[in-house]
């Protein structure tokens, strides 16, 4: 008798986690963390119509309606938290002409006055000439607290904070450095107000330590020290030069490698991940496919939401609300925007508006 009632209670648990999974759809995972979904994640800002990371691509994507401001945080030599997205800062400004001796040099190689000496506009317009505008040039770099000024700026358009640390095997600390800039400023007294993501599992683990209560993502990634990939290449040593086609080819080694992931996600205190895409016009951020629907629906029955990085399109949109994401990461925070049928201002209005 003993060994029926038990096993009863064993159906029966198995029975109720098995609806909970059901009933752990995206929208309410979202909700139990005060996250908006489907969220809007305005990537380095509105940076394809503005250089990324700079005051007018933030100021466009607070005004056009975003949810959250994406940055990647890293430390200068002095110890100040400042937004650069890559390790070096040869792409994104005039480093190599100011500082030739360290053109390669890593961000904590220079102190934030250097820093603030470097024009972080000018390379958007060269690159982009269709939409270059003179105001970009000479943009600074900016700091954590200057994106916090930028997101407090208009009580009518509130948008939250979605935070990266960057390289942060480069910046022990950096977590509890995050945490005390983010206390002064009164940030972490909202749920869902500020959203912390790595793809680092250390990282992920110090964040959570230091910021219990704020949500994580672990962002997921195809590659020999991330998700092995089927093909045991990165595209690195692959001698591949078409990085998008080396790319749409990878895929986690098997299902299992996947899962496991997921299960990294919820050991560190993650509520969901933030998986790569392939993009229909493939291009510089098009990446591994990880937003399949079995994908999604894994993660969403481990009570983990998924924000999906990084797409431009329309069609790529359509295609990761098709297959179950609860949020997309954008340069183009308008037109996502617009896809929801949320109102956006049109970019050039935006930004003209905002004196640019
Ligand atoms: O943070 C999500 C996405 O931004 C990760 O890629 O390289 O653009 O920081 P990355
Ligand atoms: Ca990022």
Partial sequence: ?????????????????????????????????????????????????????????????REQGADY?????????????????????SRTSDV??????????????????ELKSLDAGSWFNQAYPERARPSFRKLPILTLDEVIDIAEGNPERQPGLYIETKVPQQFPGIEQDLKTRLEARGWLDR????????????????????????????LLWVGTKAIKPASGQDFVDSGVTDKAGFY??????????FLRW????????????????RRTGLGEQSYADLIQPWMNQASHARGLLVHVY??????????AMKAGVDG?????????????????????????????
Avoid: C, W
Wanted: hydrophobic share 40%.
């Fill in 1 to 61: 008798m003993r060994n029926q009632i038990a096993s009863g209670l064993a159906l029966a648990a198995l029975f109720t986690a098995s609806t909970a999974s059901a009933n752990n759809n995206g929208q309410s995972l979202a909700a139990a963390h005060g996250i908006p979904h489907p969220a809007v994640i305005a990537h380095r800002g509105a940076s394809y119509d503005a250089p990324e990371s700079t005051t007018p691509a933030y100021l466009l994507a």
């Fill in 191 to 218: 749920p869902g107000r500020v959203v912390l993501q790595t793809f680092d599992r250390n990282s992920l683990a110090l964040l959570h330590q230091a910021m219990p209560q704020v949500p994580k993502i672990l």
């Fill in 69 to 89: 401001l994406e940055l990647d945080l890293q430390r200068t030599r002095d110890g100040v938290l400042v937004v650069v997205h890559d390790d070096v800062l």
């Fill in 248 to 257: 749409a080819r990878q895929q986690p080694r098997d299902q299992a490698e």
């Fill in 328 to 356: 997309i990461f954008t340069n183009r925070a308008g037109a996502l925007l617009r896809y929801y049928q949320r109102p956006a201002e049109p970019e050039a209005a935006a930004l003209e508006r905002l004196g640019y």
């Fill in 96 to 113: 190599a002409e100011r500082f030739p001796e360290r053109k390669a040099s890593p961000v904590s190689a220079f102190t934030l006055a």
């Fill in 310 to 319: 990084t797409l431009d399109e329309p069609v790529d949109f359509d295609k």
């Fill in 262 to 277: 997921l299960g990294y996600a919820r050991q560190g205190g993650a509520v969901g991940t933030g998986p790569s895409a």
